[in-house]
T-cell receptor, first 115, second 115 residues
Framework: DAKTTQPPSMDCAEGRAANLPCNHS???????VYWYRQIHSQGPQYIIH???NNETNEMASLIITEDRKSSTLILPHATLRDTAVYYC????????????????FGKGTKLSVKP | KAGVTQTPRYLIKTRGQQVTLSCSPI?????VSWYQQTPGQGLQFLFE???????NKGNFPGRFSGRQFSNSRSEMNVSTLELGDSALYLC??????????????FGPGTRLTVT
């Protein structure tokens, strides 16, 4: 089962920031938070990941609370092309010679960006 | 750098037949994972291959199998197809190790319809 909880749907106005929350209250110290998104009928797209510090890349920012029990993905200026299902996933740290394990997808948040 | 490619993109088969799907990972990636996506069950992990060996396996019947070649390309096979096997089959590649995290990058998927 997925170790995360996300709202089933959210709306955002085009050009505004989209803030997608995720609860992962049982996360352990060696687990990372990953975000993927899936635009209709396409393969999921990797967005960002983080451990405990806030992270930013060209696509989004990830804010993780100090207790690490929740996080927020921020799309700073949402466009219509950002309409997708967004998945928050918890994964363990990769150990040498091992696998980080498969991605366990929950139902995600369906983000609708409206003009 | 070219992304993950999957062939064919669309496939229609009849119950009882078998099917082989192909995945070419990103250059330099040694791990290939397969996922099944259906409207009812969402995205579910099938198996992971690394250096031509199955490293991780999901909870699917033995009719689902896979293999990986020395160039990291992978195939998955489904024998004795059932109507419930109709799904989007996704392949994801990753480096497979060398750091604390191992992002998976997905291909566009193969849409299989069983009639």
């Amino acid at each position: 089962d997925a170790k995360t909880t996300q709202p089933p749907s959210m709306d955002c106005a085009e050009g505004r920031a989209a803030n997608l929350p995720c609860n992962h209250s049982t996360i352990s110290g060696n687990e990372y938070v990953y975000w993927y998104r899936q635009i209709h009928s396409q393969g999921p797209q990797y967005i960002i990941h983080g451990l405990k510090n806030n992270e930013t890349n060209e696509m989004a920012s990830l804010i993780i609370t100090e207790d690490r029990k929740s996080s927020t993905l921020i799309l700073p200026h949402a466009t219509l092309r950002d309409t997708a299902v967004y998945y928050c996933i918890v994964r363990p740290r990769l150990h040498y010679g091992g696998s980080q394990g498969n991605l366990i997808f929950g139902k995600g948040t369906k983000l609708s960006v409206k003009p | 750098k070219a992304g993950v490619t999957q062939t064919p993109r669309y496939l229609i088969k009849t119950r009882g037949q078998q099917v082989t799907l192909s995945c070419s990972p990103i250059s330099g990636h040694r791990s290939v994972s397969w996922y099944q996506q259906t409207p009812g069950q969402g995205l579910q992990f099938l198996f992971e291959y690394f250096s031509e060996t199955q490293r991780n396996k999901g909870n699917f019947p033995g009719r689902f199998s896979g293999r990986q070649f020395s160039n990291s390309r992978s195939e998955m096979n489904v024998s004795t197809l059932e109507l419930g096997d109709s799904a989007l089959y996704l392949c994801a590649s990753s480096r497979g190790g060398g750091g604390p995290v191992d992002e998976q990058y997905f291909g566009p998927g193969t849409r299989l319809t069983v009639t």
